[in-house]
Each structure stands twice: as structure tokens, then as C-alpha cells.
């Protein structure tokens, strides 16, 4: 069994590197460079995962947090993506159960013309995909409409549909797969940078930075797959790769907002002025919308989160919802991701496809890949894997379909039965986010961490140990969600987690002064309403 993600397993792995025979090493640990060093390891290669800033930094981190099902693909004519996205929502399904909730989307109706071309739809995509049979569609009247989403304004209302998506978490995901690939033998190290790539005849030298250390180092593998999202196009570069298509960057940006302001029953699905569609979403005590879908320019972390963005959404949720207008001062908090896809001339963003595409350099012979999504990342990861291992010479069918996810060993039900009592939503979000690991938590003790209601110290405490959390953004972020859906972005317990932090990793009274500033400075950033309307 392989050693927890602990600093110390990151300390030891970076020091091996340079000795390793690797076959694979993989640029960006988003979910689909998790996903790739995962299959890649559960096939037997000797497999190598660098991630720049932290596991799910970037777009990984900052998606709808949905699992769909191909629904909204289907109008596009686009039959074999609906397929692979209805089975992969299934397949992730078995895999990571704690992740995959379903959840009810409710989309109203405005006639009955529309009415009926959506119960069409979505008869069709139920004979093309596979829904089981408790989350196949139903049409409600207005009247069924209004008693299960009692939010929606009535006034033009005919209807609605109704079908079934899967709520996750998408940097929870990103974590469980790299905890998985680490779990097959992967070396999985975050906060490392690639600084440079000489392909040669049989191996390519991929020159590293430790961007906490300092330290630098040079590694050698025989295959170098670039997943490194919106900066796949940057990553070529250094590899001196000529040529193929070039990423065209969209911003997707998220509202969130107090419960009680949009208090929604369900996941609504909402029109834009511009007749997208739209999304508001409940979770812990609050209500998200989103998202956009226009042009960025080159990539950024931290995409801004403009006045106009946020007023272009809020806009959709007041022409949806009833009850007093929903405004800039609602916001509690933002996120925006940008989306890599492939330039395709003459097409406005939401036109452009979402698959994914492979590219190799015949120059190099880097193999990069951009495009595709959060639902189907295990399906991209094969298709990879398979060119790897051919160009390899090695002979493994692919496994990633079998074996559960870290967390995803038992059923949510099985494992809250095995907790001890807890407050209310305590349990909860400790199976939503952690899954079967919750038991290892709460053994840890049940005490709440300062100024946090509902979370534990014990989380902090496992996080800091086996998933190699090394900033206050990495635990507060990505490993417990708080900075987005906490209404006070987990400022309120921040000295007691830093202190836990500085303890366990070492950190000087500077640094964790420094990363305290840090972690305010970013909260504020997400705080549209106090930004002045445009961080």
C-alpha cells in the first residue's frame, strides 16, 4: 500500500525523481492529468504527475460542479457525445458515489410549443443514453411546477421538465483521482513547475521547480503528455513544438449568494437574455449561479469576475425567480474558470465544440490534449493512455473503469450509518467531500475548529496529512470548499487553521503571516459586492 499525500511522500518523491526510469510523465494535475497518470499507473507504467500550483488549481476547481448527462448535446446533433457522457455519469457513479448526488433539474417552461419540443428531447435522449429508471424525465403542469419550486415566478410560467443531473465536487474529484494514481505508484507532486523540455530520441528531459523550495531538478521519460489545460498552448512552446491548433480561452464565472435570497428547492435551469442557458444551484446553506461563456485572452489563475458578468447572471435569476431582485450586494463570493478549447473560426464561444482532442507534435513527440469536460475526463484519459502504451510497445487493457476512487469504496448511506452523532450537516459534508474517509476523520476527534461551525479540526488534520495540502489556499479552497460556500469564506476560523497548518508544516511566524495575508487578499478578491464591482 502506498504512503499517505503527505509532505513528507511530496519531500521523498521529488527527491527520487531524477533517478526515476519513467515511461510517462504527465504535465498538469487538473482532472484530466489525473485522470491520464491514474490510467497510466493502474496499467503498469512507471508514471510521473507535476501540477504547477496545487491538484485542481485552475479550471478543475472552477466548473458548474455538475455531471451531465448529454442532455444539452443532443440539440447539437452531436449522438455519440450524449452516449459517452450518459455512460461515464454512470460509470463515475459507481466509482465515486459520495461525488455524484443526484439532483433534480427543473427547467420552465414558456408555452406549450416549448413545452412539448422538451418532453421530445427528452424521450429522445432516453432512448439514445442510459438513464435508469428513477431518473428519467417528467413534465410537471404550472400548477405541480409552483407546489415543487415555489421560487419561480408564475407569471409567464406554462411548466416545467424535469430530469435528473449529478451534483459533485469537482476539486474533491480532481483529489480522489490523483490519491488514486498515487494509490497505482504514480509519483503525484503539486507546486512543481515544468521550466523547460528537450525532447531527444528516446527520452525527453523535463527540467522542474519546487516553487515552495526553490530547488530544481531534471527528469527524464520516455512519453510527455502536456494536460495542462489553458496552458497547453504555453507548455508546447517550451517543447519547441510548431504548429496544430491553437486554444481558444472562454471565461465561465459563478455568483454566490445567501439561501435565503434565492432560495431554491432544486437546481433551476435558467434562459439568458441571450437565450443560453444558465444554472442556479442550492448547496450548503447558500445558492450558486452561472455561468458565462465569453472570450478571455491568455491565461490567468485568478480570472477577474466582472460587473458586467455578474449583472448579465443576475439579470437571468430575476426574469426567472420571484420575490425582490437579486443583487451585486447578495454576493458572498465568485469563482471563474477559463475553458480550453479548440479555435474554431467563425464560431462565438457557446458555439464552439467541447470534445476533446488529442494532438501530437511530429517534431517532438509531445502529445497534448485540450478540449473536453469534467463528465467524460476518464474516457479522455483512456483514449491517451491508449497512444501512450502504444507508442510504448506495452500491452494493459485499461482498469480505470474498475476500481473505485479513494472515498468511493462504500455507499454515502453505508458510511454516515458508521459515524458517530454529529451536528446537523456535520455528517453531511464530511461524506459529500471526504466519502468513505469521513470514518478516518472523525476518529481523529469530533472537536469543531474555532470560529467554524459544522468543521472538524480532525478534517484540517487529515487533509494537512494524506492530501498534500501546503498552502492555506489549498485547504481552505480546494480541500474544504469553505472559501466558495462559507458565508464569512472560512475567515472566521482562519488563525486557528493557520495555526494547525504552521504546526504541522513547519512554517516560520513570516510564512504564516504570509500566508494568512495571502488567503484575505484572495477572499476579498471574490467578494464582488465589496470589490467595488469589478475585482
Known sequence: MAPPLSPEAREAMLARLPAERLDLLVVGGGITGAGIARDAALRGLAVALVERNDFAAGTSSRSSKLIHGGVRYLEQGDVALVRESADERQVLRRLAPHLTAPLLMVMPTYGRTMHTKLAVGLWTFEKIATVPADERHAMWTREETLRNEPALDGERLFGAATFTEYLTDDARLVLATVKGAHAAGAHCVNHVAVTGLDPGGTTTVVHLRDALAGASCRVSARVVV???????????????????????LTKGIHLVVPHARLPIRHAVVMQTRDRRSAFAVPRDGASYVGTTDTDHGPPVDHPAVTADDAEYLLDAANRCFAGSPVTVSDVTGTWAGLRPLLHEDGKRPSEISRKDEIMVDAGTGLI??????????????????????????????????????????????????????????????????????AEAIVARGVDNVPGLPGVLRAEIAHVLDTEMALTLEDLLERRTRLLLFDPRQGLEGLGAVAETAAARLGWTRERTAAEVEAYRALAASLRLARAGGEP
Open 226 to 248: 502536456n494536460a495542462a489545460g489553458p496552458w497547453v498552448d504555453a507548455v508546447r512552446a517550451l517543447a519547441g513544438a510548431a504548429g496544430g491548433r491553437r486554444l481558444h
Open 368 to 437: 497534448s490534449i485540450a478540449g473536453g469536460k469534467l463528465t467524460t475526463y476518464r474516457r479522455m484519459a483512456e483514449r491517451v493512455v491508449d497512444l501512450v502504451c502504444k507508442r510504448l510497445g506495452h500491452r494493459a487493457a485499461c482498469r480505470s473503469e474498475e476500481v473505485p476512487l479513494p472515498g468511493g469504496e462504500r455507499s454515502p448511506e453505508d458510511v454516515a450509518r458508521r459515524l458517530p452523532a454529529l451536528p446537523a450537516g456535520t455528517a453531511e459534508r464530511l461524506v459529500r467531500l471526504h466519502g468513505a474517509d
